[in-house]
């Protein structure tokens, strides 16, 4: 089992506004069976594909797009450092 990293971190606004950036299918697995707030089918879906990646790289993308899957199932905001600095510039 090894840790591939994602050649574009994700980053996840989490419920109480903290941002924070998933750099591969490691940090992703952690944070769904640790942290995770509620445990639907997109959840499920995240965890066996990280899981899967954790052993077999060559699905490392399909990992980080189930895991966006999951975070807009639980209604996170969640995209790359240019999206959330465009979301940013928006607003003002």
Known sequence: ?????????LWVTLQ???KRQFCGPYDALDFLE???PNQRVQ???AVQACR???HHPAYASSARNCF????IEAA??????GDLITRTE???
């Open 76 to 81: 996170f905001a969640c995209g790359e450092a």
């Open 68 to 71: 966006r899957a999951a975070c």
């Open 1 to 9: 089992m090894r840790e591939v990293p994602w050649h574009t971190p």
């Open 52 to 54: 899967e990646a954790l």
């Open 43 to 45: 959840h499920a879906r």
């Open 16 to 18: 109480n506004g903290m």
């Open 90 to 92: 928006r607003s003002r």
């Open 34 to 36: 640790n942290e995770w």
